[in-house]
C-alpha cells in the first residue's frame, strides 16, 4: 500500500506559479511509477505529466507541455509538479497517483489512469485571469 499526499495548490494570478508537491509513505517509493492528473468541475479527469522510477524518463500531456515540469527526489519519498505560465484553464484539482508496476516507457501508457494504483486525495488549484 501506498499513501499520497498532496500538497502546494492554492489561488493564482495568470501568469503565475505553482509547485505541487505528493508525499508517498508505505511502499518503497522508487520502484512506484508516479503520476499527476487533474479534473476540473464537470470535465474527466485528465493526465497531466509522468514520471518513471528512477527520474529519467519523464511525460506531459500537450496542454501543460513546456509550461509544468515533474520530478522526483527519492530520498524524500517525494513527486513535484513545477508549474508556470499558469492559465484560468489549469483550474482544476490535481492528484498525483502512483504505480506498482514498472510501466513501460510510453506517454500513452503514463496517460491511463487504470494504470495507478494508488491516489491522493487532490489539491485544488484556481488560477484568476
Known amino acids: 500500500q501506498v499513501q499520497l499526499v498532496e500538497s502546494g495548490g492554492g489561488l493564482v494570478q495568470a501568469g503565475g506559479s505553482l509547485r505541487l508537491s505528493c508525499a508517498a509513505s508505505?511502499?518503497?517509493?522508487?520502484?512506484?511509477?508516479m503520476g499527476w492528473f487533474r479534473q476540473a468541475p464537470g470535465k474527466e479527469r485528465e493526465f497531466v505529466a509522468g514520471i518513471s522510477r528512477g527520474g529519467i524518463n519523464t511525460y506531459y500531456a500537450d496542454s501543460v507541455k513546456g509550461r509544468s515540469t515533474i520530478s522526483r527526489d527519492n530520498a524524500k519519498n517525494t513527486v513535484y509538479l513545477q508549474m508556470n505560465n499558469l492559465k484560468p484553464e489549469d483550474t482544476a484539482v490535481y492528484y498525483c497517483?502512483?504505480?506498482?508496476?514498472?510501466?513501460?516507457?510510453?506517454?500513452?501508457?503514463?496517460?491511463?489512469?487504470?494504470?495507478?494504483?494508488?491516489w491522493g486525495q487532490g489539491t485544488q488549484v484556481t488560477v484568476s485571469s
Open positions: 508505505g511502499r518503497t517509493f522508487s520502484t512506484t511509477c
Open positions: 497517483a502512483g504505480a506498482e508496476r514498472n510501466l513501460p516507457y510510453s506517454r500513452s501508457v503514463y496517460a491511463r489512469a487504470d494504470e495507478y494504483d494508488y
